[in-house]
C-alpha cells in the first residue's frame, strides 16, 4: 500500500485531504479534461485541413493561383489574433459552457461550408470567421483551468491538454489521408470535399457534449453531477478571488496595463513561443528534404521521434512545475538552454547526428506530408520553386520548447488568481502578441530559402534562448518582490482555499 500510495502521489500528486474533495476532483477532471482535450484536438484537426485539400485536389478544382494560399492563412491568423481578448470577455459575461461549444459548433460548421465552396476568396470569408472563433479554445481553456484547479494541480492538468494537440498532430495526417483515399468520388463529391464534411460530422458530437457536460466555472456552476456540497467544496478549496468574473469596464484596462503581470507574461511567453521556431515552421523536414538523400518514407518518418519527445518533455516539465509550483520558472531557465543549445548545434554542427540532436530536442513532425503526391525520392529543397511550395499556417509544435505551453500559461494563471477578467486577458494577450511576433519573425529568419543550413534562423534561435532566459528571471523577480509585499511562504502555494493567500 505504501509503494501504491507514493507512485501515486509521484504521477499524479498528492491526493485532496478529504474524500469529498477526492470525489470531486475525479468529476472535474473527468469532464472538464476530457472535453477541452477533444476540442483542442478537433481544433487542430479543423485549422489543418485546408492544407491537406490543397495538395488533394483543391488546387485545382477551385483555381488556385498565385500566393491565394498565402492569403488565405494570412487572413485565417489575423481573425484569430483578432478573436484572443474578445473570447476570453465574453467568457466573463456568457456561462462558458454555452459560449465554448458555441465557438466549436461555429468553427464546425464553417469548416462544413468550406467542403461546398466554388472559389478562393469564399474560404478567405470563412477562413477569417473560423480563424475568430477557434482563437476561444487555446486561451479560454487556460483560463478555465486556473478557474477550477489549485497552484500544486494545474501543471499536470495543463500539460495533458496541451499534449492533447501533440496527439492531434500525430494523427491527423493519417486519418485525413484515409478519408481522402476511400471517399473520393463517393455521391459525386471529390476526396477533399469529404475532408471538410468528415471534419464537421467529428466536431458536432464533441460541441454537444459540452453544451450537455461542461460544468462553467466553479462560482456559476449548474452540473447536475454536482451536488451542493461538492459547489461549495469547488469555490472554498481554491485561493480566494478579490474581483470576481465579469467586472470589466475602464477598471479592467487599468488593472492590467499598470501590473507587472500583463508585461511581464507578455514578454515571456513571446520568447518562449519564438525558441518553437525550429518545430514551427517544420525545419527538420525542410533538411531532410533539402539533402536529397532521403526517401519520402523517411522523410516522414524520421521527425515522427519529435512528436514522441515533445510529449514526454510536456508530461514531465508539466508535473515538476505541480510539484514545486512556487519555482516554475525552474523550467523557463531549462527551455532557454535548450534553444541556446539546439541553435549552437544547428550553427556549427559537428555531424550529421548532432544535427538530429538539435533538431529533435528542438524539432518537428508534420504528418500532413504523408498525404501530399510525391516521388519515391525527395526533390531537393532548392530545386523547388517558391510557387510550387505552399506556405502552410503555423504548424503545431513538438519539441522539448512546447512544454512551455504547459507551464508558462500556468505560471501566469497562479500570479492572477486573485482577478478573474484580468486573468482572462493577461492570458489572451499573451497568445495574441506571440502569435503576432511569429508572422514576421518566421518570414525574416526561417524562410525555406535558408535550407538546409538557416544560417540567420539559428542566430536568431541562440538570441531568443537568451532573451527567454533574461525575461523568466525577470518574471522570477517580480513574483519574489509579490511575495514579499503579500508576505506568502512557499506553503502558500500548496495550501487550501483562505489558507492560500491571493496572488496580487
Known amino acids: 500500500m505504501g509503494f501504491l500510495h507514493s507512485l501515486r502521489v509521484a504521477i499524479w500528486g498528492e491526493p485532496p485531504p478529504t474524500k469529498e474533495e477526492r470525489r470531486l476532483l475525479f468529476k472535474i477532471d473527468w469532464f472538464i479534461l476530457s472535453y477541452v482535450c477533444l476540442m483542442y484536438w478537433v481544433n487542430y484537426l479543423d485549422r489543418a485541413n485546408l492544407n491537406n485539400a490543397y495538395v488533394s485536389g483543391a488546387e485545382e478544382d477551385l483555381g488556385f493561383k498565385g500566393t491565394q494560399l498565402n492569403q488565405i492563412n ?3 491568423y489575423g481573425g484569430y489574433l483578432l478573436g484572443q481578448i474578445p473570447n476570453n470577455l465574453i467568457l466573463q459575461k456568457i456561462p462558458p459552457r454555452i459560449w465554448l461549444p458555441i465557438t466549436c459548433l461555429a468553427w464546425g460548421l464553417l469548416t462544413l461550408g468550406t467542403g461546398f465552396v466554388q472559389h478562393p476568396w469564399q474560404i478567405m470569408v470563412i477562413r477569417f470567421f473560423q480563424g475568430f472563433f477557434e482563437a476561444s479554445c487555446f486561451v479560454g481553456v487556460h483560463w478555465i483551468l486556473g478557474s477550477w484547479y489549485k497552484p500544486s494541480e494545474i501543471g499536470k492538468r495543463t500539460a495533458i491538454f496541451t499534449s492533447s494537440g501533440l496527439a492531434g498532430t500525430m494523427f491527423s495526417g493519417f486519418l485525413q489521408g484515409a478519408i481522402y483515399t476511400n471517399l473520393d468520388g463517393s455521391s459525386g463529391l471529390a476526396g477533399w470535399r ?47 478571488v478579490d474581483t470576481k468574473r465579469g467586472v470589466l469596464g ?12 500583463w508585461w511581464a507574461f507578455v514578454l515571456l511567453w513571446i520568447a518562449n513561443s519564438n525558441t518553437e521556431m525550429y518545430s514551427s515552421n517544420a525545419i527538420f523536414q525542410l533538411y531532410l528534404t533539402s539533402t536529397g538523400k532521403y526517401p519520402v518514407a523517411q522523410v516522414n518518418y524520421i521527425p515522427t521521434s519529435v512528436s514522441g519527445m515533445g510529449i514526454v518533455a510536456t508530461l514531465i516539465l508539466g508535473w515538476y512545475s505541480d510539484w514545486n509550483p512556487r519555482h516554475r520558472w525552474h ?5 532557454s538552454f535548450t534553444a541556446i543549445i539546439s541553435g549552437s548545434l544547428m550553427l556549427s554542427p559537428p555531424s550529421e547526428a548532432a544535427r538530429f540532436a538539435a533538431l529533435i530536442l528542438n524539432g518537428y513532425v508534420d504528418l500532413r506530408a504523408s498525404i501530399k503526391p510525391q516521388s519515391a525520392h525527395c526533390t531537393p529543397l532548392h530545386s523547388v520553386k517558391k510557387s510550387e511550395t505552399p506556405a502552410d499556417p503555423p504548424p503545431q509544435p513538438s519539441s522539448c520548447q512546447f512544454a512551455g505551453q504547459t507551464v508558462m500559461f500556468a505560471w501566469a494563471n497562479d500570479m492572477t488568481r486573485h482577478d478573474d477578467a484580468k486573468r482572462s486577458v493577461v492570458i489572451a494577450s499573451m497568445n495574441m502578441f506571440s502569435v503576432a511576433v511569429y508572422l514576421w519573425w518566421s518570414l525574416i529568419f526561417y524562410n525555406a530559402t535558408q535550407a538546409p543550413d538557416w544560417y540567420k534562423g539559428n542566430c536568431a534561435m541562440i538570441a531568443m534562448g537568451c532573451f527567454l532566459l533574461v525575461t523568466t528571471l525577470a518574471t522570477y523577480f517580480l513574483q519574489r518582490r509579490q511575495e514579499k509585499k503579500d508576505g506568502m511562504t ?15
Do not use: Q
Request: aromatic share 16%.
Open 74 to 76: 494570412t487572413i485565417f
Open 194 to 240: 469529404w475532408l471538410f464534411i468528415i471534419d464537421f460530422l467529428i466536431t458536432l458530437p464533441i460541441a454537444l457534449y459540452g453544451f450537455l457536460f461542461f460544468p462553467d466555472t466553479p462560482t456559476s456552476t449548474r452540473a447536475r453531477y454536482l451536488n451542493p456540497l461538492e459547489r461549495n467544496l469547488a469555490v472554498e478549496r481554491l485561493p480566494e
Open 250 to 261: 475602464l477598471s479592467l484596462f487599468r488593472r492590467v496595463v499598470l501590473s507587472w503581470h
Open 331 to 335: 523550467v523557463g531557465i531549462f527551455l
Open 490 to 504: 512557499v506553503t502558500s502555494y500548496r495550501g487550501e482555499g483562505k489558507e492560500l493567500e491571493d496572488l496580487r
